[in-house]
C-alpha cells in the first residue's frame, strides 16, 4: 500500500529527529499534505499506529493539514486555484496548467516531550 510506505518514511524522520535532538517521546506529528497528494489520512493514520510501534513516535497524534493545489494557466498568465492534476483553469477554461504545488507531503512540525 502507498500510504504504507509514505508512514515509514515519516517515522523514519521522526525518529533521525528524536535522535538528532534527544528527545524520546512524540506527542504530535504536524504534516502538511497537498490535496493532489492522492494520500488517504485515515489510510495514512491506520499505518501510523502499526508502524510507529515501538518507535518514539509511538502513541503520537497525527494533525495533518491539507493543501489546496495552485497552478500556473500559461494561457492567463497567472496563478490559479487547481482542484486536480491537469485540471482546467477557473479562469478561462483551459487546460493549459502547470501545477504548481498541491502534491507535497512533509513533516511540518514535531511536538514533543
Ligand atoms: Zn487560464
Redesign the pocket.
Known amino acids: 500500500m502507498h500510504e504504507m510506505a509514505l508512514t515509514e518514511s515519516i517515522v523514519d524522520i521522526v525518529s533521525d529527529e528524536a535522535r538528532k535532538q534527544g528527545f524520546a517521546k512524540v506527542r504530535i506529528v504536524r504534516l502538511q499534505i497537498g490535496a493532489m497528494a492522492h494520500v488517504e489520512p485515515e489510510a495514512l493514520r491506520f499505518c501510523f499506529d502499526a508502524v510507529s510501534r515501538g518507535t518514539v513516535a509511538e502513541g503520537a497524534t497525527l494533525d495533518i493539514r491539507r493543501l489546496p493545489g495552485e497552478g500556473w494557466?500559461?494561457?492567463?498568465?497567472?496563478t490559479?486555484p487547481l482542484e486536480e492534476r491537469f485540471g482546467a483553469?477557473?479562469?478561462?477554461?483551459?487546460r493549459?496548467?502547470q501545477m504548481t504545488s498541491g502534491d507535497e507531503l512533509r513533516v511540518e512540525e514535531l511536538e514533543v516531550d
Open positions: 494557466c500559461l494561457d492567463c498568465g497567472k490559479v483553469c477557473p479562469e478561462c477554461g483551459r493549459h496548467v
